[in-house]
């Protein structure tokens, strides 16, 4: 089982106890900080990090540098990022920045079969093209978010899904797909071709409390036994914060059958703890 270091104590997200999560924002203020935190983590074993596509995700992206072995999870889209936009500065900045960040290839290659299909499925290679840094190392895991992710499912547009896989490949990605709904999820992958389902990774939740597993632990850990052709990688392995027993509740996925974990702390030695007693 491989552990992935998260990326929540960086940008400030807890779901547990947000003055906690406003409190480890502060702390990784500068992005250097989140970099140096990053290469200790690395240092101390970890298989690799996850970074989300925000501003300050994608410039550190760009700037760490990391080894051949360390493996990158990079999560896209950033919602917030373009609702800000649109809200602060209308929907022209928001043109604008497309176009600034777009190749002119991309735009005269792309854009135009969307404005005569209106099918979002051809606007996609340029909205990926503008989330992934153009240094994003060949290999490395490309995620949907799951507000993304669980959106599609629940308008079942399962062709999306699968087309965003193939471009992911194309570019020399391994896609994934973070989701709420895992066994909803599972039954769209099953309609995917196998090329695509042995390169594909999706991330859950599965906790020994239950916090935010749908639709339950139980059902969870079900699917969590079936053998399949994509990895499975549990994230919100200690309920958020929201454990008292650390050990206990790692001790519990350790007896699970994921491929990966992914797990976050602001302090190093509690990634070590964390690290040691999963090892």
Known sequence: ?????????????????LEKGHKTKQKFSVNQSIIEFIQGAMNIGLDGFMINSNER???????????????????IPYPHKFASMVNENGMIHLFRYIWGKSTYSSLLLKAPKFVLTKNIKDILPLILDLEIPNNLPQGSYVYLQNIVTDLVLGIKRNDLLKEYCSIIIKKGYNPGFITLNPLVLEESIKTFPTEIQEKLIICFNINKTGFNVF??????????????????????????????????????????????????SSKLKNIKNNFTILK
Do not use: A, C, W
């Open 1 to 17: 089982m491989k552990q992935i270091l998260g990326d929540n104590q960086f940008f400030g997200v807890n779901h547990y106890d």
């Open 57 to 75: 995700g994608y410039d550190i992206t760009k700037d760490i540098k990391v080894d051949d072995k360390t493996e990158i999870h990079y999560s």
């Open 215 to 264: 639709p339950s632990r139980e059902t969870v850990e079900e699917f969590v036994k079936i053998e399949h052709l994509f990895k499975k990688m549990g994230m919100s392995i200690l309920s958020s914060g929201g454990v008292n027993n650390i050990q206990d509740s790692l001790n519990y996925i350790k007896e699970l059958s994921l491929d990966y974990v992914v797990y976050g």
